[in-house]
């Protein structure tokens, strides 16, 4: 579903309500998904994307949960990869507020 999206966190410290003001969406396709390639996705937590032409706008969320519904609008949470360090991953919590965007607005873009 193409969605606007505000990332809610920067390595896993929630960010103050006036810096979420000033930001722009993200526009792109979420993407929820068990899929991963070799391995049981019974048992397998779910995947979150934005992409947008098969590029990922954001670091995916792994574990992702949608936490909440209201009225065109939900909370994806999930770990966020931002790669290794010298001896360690980077793996932070991350919350994406999304907004449903209508065939209305995406016609208008």
């Not at 809610?8 to 899929?35: C, E, K, N, S, V």
């Not at 939900?74 to 001896?87: P, R, S, W």
Request: proline share 7%; charged share 25%; net charge positive.
């Amino acid at each position: 579903m193409l969605v606007d999206v505000i990332p809610l966190r920067h390595r896993g410290q929630r960010l103050p309500a006036a810096t979420l003001r000033m930001r722009t969406p993200i526009r792109g396709q979420l993407w929820i998904t068990r899929f991963r390639p070799a391995v049981d996705k019974d048992t397998t937590p779910l995947l979150a994307a934005l992409l947008r032409d098969h590029d990922s706008l954001l670091p995916p969320l792994d574990w992702a949960e949608v936490r909440t519904v209201r009225s065109w609008q939900l909370i994806v949470t999930g770990i966020e990869d931002l790669g290794f360090t010298d001896k360690a991953p980077q793996l932070y919590r991350q919350s994406w507020w999304c907004r449903v965007v209508t065939d209305n607005e995406a016609l208008r873009r």
